[in-house]
């Protein structure tokens, strides 16, 4: 079906932002992403025209939603530059926004982020995204040439001795602590959607190797948390370097998480 978009939309830059990890383009220009049972072929036929391998029912029930798409990111950008106007970053800014002009913040599954996050400790994204491609292929179900990501359900009984050689290092056992606290209902992720920010942001952070960074990724990429800004090495760089060592994150307070994502992108890939 043919898809009209006038916001905000760039499928390479949603993909190359740090915020998922196994959508990719499978041929020049058309991209696949994957949620749930849901897989997606969608291709640029034009500005702001897309071309997507699903029903209207479809796009409107899974899709859209997906790609965040009843939130006006072009106004959000503008709230930003409003935000910058005379501080002395303004330019800065102004070139970090345009740069990733594009970028949407997806509504991932949270089971999904909390095991993704937990393997990106000091992990490149193409490494990361090996490591997520085997788990899938070991525990995932498989839908054409796809493997979706398993179900809780799918790794409740799964062991140390399943996770290994899967390029997973000292991180199998935060995995399996993980597996251990959502099997078995102590941490439910269903449940936590309802809790406040810190309380969601707390609750994850009983399981061992979650800290601040991935329980606020896994908030904001997994429950849509947008005024969460998780901090990693290129925030802070971009913290103490671009920005005077302010946290202009916590000053632009709404919003934060989609203004972290501007500035990531562009302090990882604008070389």
Not at 104 to 121: A, G, K, T, V
Not at 140 to 165: C, H, K, N, W
Not at 186 to 198: K, R, Y
Request: charged content about 30%; some cysteine; hydrophobic content about 40%.
């Amino acid at each position: 079906m043919e898809i009209k978009i006038s916001d905000d939309f760039d499928l390479k830059k949603i993909i190359d932002s740090g915020q998922c990890f196994r959508p990719k383009e499978i041929s020049a220009g058309t991209y696949r992403f994957i949620t749930g049972d849901n897989v997606l072929n969608i291709s640029e036929r034009g500005e702001g025209i897309f071309e997507a391998d699903c029903s209207a029912e479809v796009w409107e029930r899974v899709w859209a939603n997906y790609f965040d798409m009843s939130t006006d990111y072009a106004g959000i950008r503008r709230d930003i530059m409003n935000f910058a106007a005379g501080k002395p970053y303004e330019q800065t800014l102004h070139d970090m926004t345009e740069f990733g002009k594009g970028i949407r913040i997806l509504r991932q599954d949270p089971f999904e982020m909390l095991i993704s996050f937990i393997i990106s400790q000091r992990k490149n994204i193409p490494s990361i995204r090996i490591s997520i491609e085997k788990i899938c292929e070991r525990f995932g179900r498989q839908v054409g040439d796809v493997y979706l990501f398993p179900r809780i359900e799918d790794m409740a009984d799964v062991s140390l001795e399943d996770l290994t050689e899967l390029g997973l290092a000292y991180r199998k056992e935060y995995i399996k602590d993980a597996l251990d606290h959502v099997s078995s209902g102590a941490i439910d992720l269903v449940e936590i959607e309802s809790f406040g920010d810190n309380d969601l942001v707390e609750e994850l952070k009983l399981i061992t190797g979650v800290g601040d960074k991935i329980a606020n990724c896994v908030a904001l990429f997994a429950y849509h948390r947008v005024h969460r800004a998780p901090v990693d090495v290129w925030i802070k760089r971009a913290i103490d370097k671009d920005f005077g060592g302010k946290n202009i994150f916590s000053e632009f307070g709404k919003n934060a998480g989609i203004l972290q994502q501007y500035v990531f992108y562009y302090k990882r890939l604008n070389k």
